[in-house]
């Protein structure tokens, strides 16, 4: 217990050691950041065909919903774990990890924006000629935005929380200083990074708030109304 | 030799089901720590959930509580709890003490947040009657809205049980033991087989544990026709109390 003992006198946090360490710092909020990005994107690639599919084929979305449904059970550092032995300590294991976690949240909030749009909407679209594409794409999907948009959320707060566990395999974002504090027994290094990813979780989710009411302003113009 | 094989070699060698580090002996401990903190976690939420539902007051403390668990990042608790059980409590396994702080408090929110909304949205005329027939307030808590928010609270433990099944993996971080021990000493060591084998045994329990609960969420929902959230909507006319 010698590393332990020695964190009987310190403070809390150590404020200096945070001022010393601010380049270190930034560079692990980018990479945080760029983890996070390259997850939800990657999985929006993936979701939206999926979701498509299944909106479309009703008889899909049972085995879609159970194989992802499995996905997001399986515990986040079992999978990375897992990775490990075939992709080794790699950025394509974390965002292997992190993708696959995203997608039940993605798949199930873009079916249910779907099938939420008014039937009047799509029978005047379909009445005024519109093929199946432009229905989708003019009608359907611009309607689904703020359920799409808010599953988009519950996945980035989700992945961003998750980034830090990567820490383990080598990558992690701001989980390296859990990381180190965790094996070094230094707390300000834990908090520091427990509290920079909440405050960086909070932060996002408000923008993509933001971001839906300026991709919608007619949702807002109607409950002005 | 490919690594699912020597994942099966680890999990059916005989040597690895002996002793303090067999599969048996962290099977148990990964369990056993799991029952206790959600246990715990139940005792402390429960009451306070009803209570909060019952009087349909301080629903914000209740969804706000509820809501902060989400973006905690669960290895960020069990690394701010570590050092501070380090310096505070000086008391039996430290590694244990600070896994189980971290389950508490990971499971605590959607307990308490499901047991409030499953006990406010009971429908108000139905509290009327039983007040009609001469019920007393703890005996409407009781007899009304406890079974008739049970789907709702099932369905927090559920959740609240799987978060616990998969963070309980990161307590071998701070050396308690577990399943996560084969993760971490694989890593640590190595070991693809180890690693492996861990990665496939803590899945297949978190597994586990979410068919056995949507189980007993499918038993104790009464009536059920489809799933239990559908038939709660059904239990509740909205209108009774403007939301």
Redesign the interface.
């Known amino acids: 217990m010698t590393v332990a003992q020695g964190s009987f006198q310190q403070p809390l946090i150590l404020w200096s050691w945070i001022g010393d360490n601010r380049a270190e710092i930034l560079h692990r909020v980018i990479e945080h950041v760029e983890l996070t990005a390259i997850a939800v994107f990657l999985g929006l690639l993936i979701s939206f065909p999926l979701a498509i599919y299944a909106y479309r084929h009703r008889r899909a979305y049972g085995p879609i919903a159970v194989i992802t449904g499995i996905l997001y059970t399986i515990p986040s550092l079992a999978l990375f774990a897992f990775l490990v032995a075939y992709t080794g300590l790699t950025v394509t294991t974390a965002e292997i990890g992190l993708v696959s976690y995203t997608l039940l949240i993605l798949i199930r909030n873009i079916v249910a924006g779907l099938d939420a749009v008014p039937a009047e909407a799509r029978e005047s679209a379909t009445g005024m000629g519109y093929s199946r594409r432009q229905l989708l794409w003019r009608i359907e999907i611009p309607l689904a935005l703020p359920v799409i948009i808010a599953g988009i959320r519950i996945a980035t707060v989700t992945t961003i929380g998750l980034v830090t566990v990567t820490a383990i395999i080598g990558k992690g974002g701001l989980g390296h200083f859990i990381l180190e504090g965790l094996l070094q027994a230094f707390p300000t290094a834990a908090i520091l990074g427990a509290v920079l990813s909440i405050v960086l979780a909070v932060v996002v989710d408000a923008l993509l708030l933001f971001s839906e009411r300026a991709l919608t302003p007619w949702a807002r113009a109607r409950s002005r109304a | 030799m490919g690594?699912l094989a020597k994942a099966f070699d680890f999990m059916t060698s005989a040597a690895n089901y002996h002793g303090q580090g067999g599969i048996p002996t962290r099977l148990w401990e990964h369990v056993q720590m799991s029952l206790l903190s959600l246990g715990i976690a139940t005792i402390i939420a429960l009451p306070v959930g009803l209570l909060v539902g019952h009087r349909r007051r301080g629903g914000f403390f209740a969804i706000t509580v509820g809501n902060l668990g989400?973006?905690?990042?669960?290895?960020?608790?069990?690394?701010?709890v570590?050092?501070?059980t380090?310096?505070y409590l000086h008391v039996g396994s430290?590694g244990f003490v600070a896994t189980l702080i971290t389950l508490i408090l990971l499971a605590i929110p959607p307990i308490m947040l499901n047991t409030f909304v499953g006990t406010r949205e009971v429908d108000r005329d139905t509290i009327e009657a039983a007040r009609g027939m001469g019920l007393s307030g703890t005996q409407i808590l009781m007899r009304v809205e406890l079974p008739l928010a049970a789907p709702l609270i099932v369905a927090g433990l559920r959740t609240a049980a799987?978060a616990v099944?998969?963070?309980a993996?990161?307590g071998a971080?701070?050396s308690w033991g577990g399943l996560?021990r084969f993760?971490v000493d694989?890593?640590a060591q190595g070991d693809?087989g180890q690693?492996?084998a861990?990665?496939?045994l803590?899945?297949s329990l978190?597994?586990v544990t979410?068919a056995m609960f949507a189980l007993l969420q499918r038993a104790i929902s009464p009536r059920t026709t489809g799933s239990p959230r559908r038939h709660i909507r059904k239990l509740i006319r909205r209108p009774g109390w403007g939301m």
Request: aromatic share 4%.
């Open positions: 690594v989400r973006a905690l990042p669960s290895f960020g608790i069990l690394a701010i570590f050092p501070l380090l310096r430290l799987t099944v998969a963070t993996t990161l971080l701070v996560g993760i694989g890593l693809k690693l492996v861990g990665a496939v803590v899945a978190a597994v979410e």
